[in-house]
Antibody, heavy 123, light 108 residues
Framework: EVKLVESGGVVVQPGGSLRLSCEASGFTFEDYIMHWVRQVPGRGLEWVSLTSWDGGVTYYGDSVKGRFTISRDNSKNSLYLQMNSLQPEDTALYYC????????????????WGQGTLVTVSS | EIVLTQSPGTLSLSLGERATLSCRASQTVRSNYLAWYQQKPGQAPSLLIYGASTRATGIPDRFSGSGSGTDFTLTITRLEPEDFAVYYCQQYVRSPLTFGGGTKVEIK
């Protein structure tokens, strides 16, 4: 059974930092592109970032570029999101997701989603 | 950035009716790099369609995707109780990947 379990979501003050983790199981983690997607409760989906199979190629949404860093450890079947300079508008449920592609890394749709971890940025 | 506009925002239909959801892109979505997702209340999204028209594993054939260029459609031929949810389209032509704002299909 494919599983993605996110953790690390907490309440953090504006300007603070946080690292989210996602533990994968039930599939060969190193064979897949991985994404982070976020959703403000009751609102729509916003793509955050993706990483290639080996972590060597990464892409970011404009709203997080320069502040967030995606990484992975294939030996631990884990995906991470380092979030710096957090702002109230970063408050959201953060989903870890498995990607698929027939071509290049950035042309990836999402085949499976975790249940999310909630990040709240508030003083 | 490719902007996706979904319409209508809310679709009120009865069981057994046909649902037609639209997703319009601000630029050509090459190679039909468009996916559809379903999200039920309190749950994570799940993949329905990729490549504009290919159903994901286990998706019933009452769901179909069509379109090309800038105009795409998700059709649900006969609404079942479990189909009432929010549906999102997503383009994966290039970064930044973008989602539409969603269409909520509710029971009339």
């Amino acid at each position: 059974e494919v599983k993605l379990v996110e953790s690390g979501g907490v309440v953090v003050q504006p300007g603070g930092s946080l690292r989210l983790s996602c533990e994968a199981s039930g599939f060969t983690f190193e064979d897949y592109i991985m994404h982070w997607v976020r959703q403000v409760p009751g609102r729509g989906l916003e793509w955050v970032s993706l990483t290639s199979w080996d972590g060597g190629v990464t892409y970011y949404g404009d709203s997080v570029k320069g502040r967030f860093t995606i990484s992975r450890d294939n030996s631990k079947n884990s995906l991470y999101l380092q979030m710096n300079s957090l702002q109230p508008e970063d408050t959201a449920l953060y989903y870890c997701a498995r990607g698929e592609t027939y071509s290049n890394y950035e042309s990836s749709w999402i085949s499976f989603w975790g249940q999310g971890t909630l990040v709240t940025v508030s003083s | 950035e490719i902007v996706l506009t979904q319409s209508p925002g809310t679709l009120s239909l009865s069981l057994g009716e046909r649902a037609t959801l639209s997703c319009r892109a601000s630029q050509t979505v090459r190679s039909n790099y468009l996916a559809w997702y379903q999200q039920k209340p309190g749950q994570a999204p799940s993949l329905l369609i990729y490549g504009a028209s290919t159903r994901a594993t286990g998706i019933p054939d009452r769901f179909s995707g069509s379109g090309s260029g800038t105009d795409f459609t998700l059709t649900i031929t006969r609404l079942e109780p479990e189909d009432f949810a929010v549906y999102y389209c997503q383009q994966y032509v290039r970064s930044p990947l973008t989602f539409g704002g969603g269409t909520k299909v509710e029971i009339k």
